[in-house]
């Protein structure tokens, strides 16, 4: 069974951290693309950071850029999300996602975990 588990999740308050790791099983992480995207309910999906296979080149959407780290341990055969200073608005189902290309459109990607919550609240 081929497929990503994303986790580390749960809830904060404004101004805190939260660290989501993205690891593979049945396939090899360090042969993909990582692109980490999160959804909120009536919203569309949006996109907020890419790391390459070799963690060498890192995009970052403009809302989380300078608070949100995208890196990637291949050694363990894991990539993280560090995120600091979250705020209401990042509230949402954060998503990693594999592909072969270098930070594209969701529909690229091949494999996609299901998700872990991150709640921002006081």
């Known amino acids: 069974q081929l497929q990503l588990v994303d986790s580390g999740g749960g809830l904060v308050q404004p101004g805190g951290s939260l660290k989501l790791a993205c690891a593979a099983s049945?396939?090899?992480?360090?042969?993909?693309?990582i692109g980490w995207f999160r959804r909120v309910p009536g919203k569309e999906r949006e996109d907020i950071a890419c790391?390459?296979?070799?963690?060498?080149?890192?995009i970052y959407k403009d809302a989380v850029k300078c608070r949100f780290t995208v890196s990637r341990d291949n050694a363990e055969h894991t990539v993280y999300l560090q995120m600091t200073s979250l705020r209401r608005e990042g509230s949402a189902v954060y998503y990693c996602?594999?592909?072969?290309?270098?930070?594209?459109?969701?529909?690229?990607?091949?494999?996609w975990g299901q998700g872990t919550q991150v709640t921002v609240t006081s």
């Open positions: 996602a594999a592909g072969h290309e270098f930070c594209v459109a969701g529909n690229w990607y091949a494999y």
């Open positions: 049945g396939f090899n992480l360090d042969d993909y693309h």
């Open positions: 790391i390459d296979k070799t963690g060498g080149r890192t």
